[in-house]
């Protein structure tokens, strides 16, 4: 028996939905909640990121801004640029698209830090990891977010579950486990030096791949009936992406499966503008 194929677009239309209704509800009450964007040189996949959030932004009636600055921009002027925004009453969230340019990119943790933490969408900054860590409600990065409210919306019990992680980034596997274990599962973190790492993810009722190597999830890797969420975005030829996962042999074995394209990267941006209404909410003390 083939999987049940979780289609992101699906997930991502009633997460939109309900950030419309957000959305419309802060507007009656006379406040446009704001997102501004800061992309920094002409990395293409940026660009195709950025101008995706744009879109859905105005898609929602969200005011959207997006600030392109030069490849050659210093640390200080982004600074300058970050602080300006935090200063700003109608920007109510801040997002500095990743990767920086390599000129700037030791410096990324000083310039994600100088965003006001209650405008941090993105949930990169120490104040909201901490909460995070903690189990306080906090603005918690999209991509995790956007699979767990996924497995939500698709009727998959996390409770009490067996999960691995494959990949142990900042901006995904460490979140996932986070958001994971809140939520009562068993959680494993796996990485490059995990040995023998097929004994592991063969225990997972919830695998999830986010570790940024290409069809690197096999079928002897799954446990029958599985739920395998793919965060893996893989360019293979100049007009092929795949995912961490081998979709074709995997989905034969998984009970389900994201795809790449099409799956949690689409749910990515829906959450990205619930985070949008929460940093408003938050600026107005309300929860
Ligand atoms: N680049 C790729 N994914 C992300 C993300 O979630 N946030 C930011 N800021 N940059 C990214």
């Known amino acids: 028996m083939t999987a049940r194929i979780l289609e992101g677009k699906d997930f991502s239309a009633r ?10 509800q802060l ?8 997102l501004t964007v800061i992309i920094v040189g002409d990395n293409p996949a940026s660009q195709v990121y950025v ?3 744009h879109k859905t932004c105005e898609e929602l009636g969200i005011r959207s801004d997006v600030i392109a600055l030069p490849e050659d921009s210093t640390k200080d002027q982004l600074l300058d640029t ?6 700003d009453p109608a ?17 990324e943790q000083e310039i994600l830090e100088r965003i006001d933490p209650l405008k941090d969408v993105d949930g ?9 860590v903690t189990g306080a409600p906090t603005l918690v990065p999209c991509t995790p977010a956007g699979c767990v409210k996924m497995l939500d919306l698709a009727g998959i019990d996390i409770d009490g579950k067996r999960a691995v992680i494959i990949g142990r980034s900042n901006i995904v596997g460490k979140p996932m486990l986070h958001l994971l274990m809140a939520r009562h599962a068993t959680v494993t973190v796996c990485h490059s030096h995990t040995k023998p790492l097929g004994e592991v993810t063969r225990e997972a009722d919830i695998l999830v ?27 293979i030829a100049p007009k092929k992406l795949v995912g961490d996962v081998d979709f074709d042999s995997v989905k034969e074995i998984a009970g389900a499966i994201t795809p790449v394209p099409g799956g949690v990267g689409l749910l990515t941006v829906s959450m990205l ?10 600026q107005l003390g309300r929860h």
């Not at 079928?219 to 893989?234: E, L, Q, S």
């Open 273 to 282: 503008m619930q985070n949008v209404v929460t940093a408003t909410r938050l």
């Open 209 to 235: 791949a986010a570790m940024g190597r290409a069809k690197f999830v096999t079928a002897d890797m799954v446990k029958p009936g599985a739920t395998v969420i793919d965060v893996g975005i893989n360019r």
């Open 27 to 34: 507007k009656a009450d006379g406040i446009t909640p704001g």
């Open 51 to 53: 101008r995706n959030k």
């Open 15 to 24: 997460i939109k939905d309900e950030a419309r209704a957000a959305v419309a």
């Open 124 to 132: 990169f900054h120490p104040f909201n990891v901490g909460k995070l």
């Open 82 to 87: 970050i602080d300006r925004l935090n200063a």
């Open 91 to 107: 920007v109510n969230g801040i997002l500095v698209q990743l990767p920086l340019p390599s000129a700037i990119k030791s410096h």
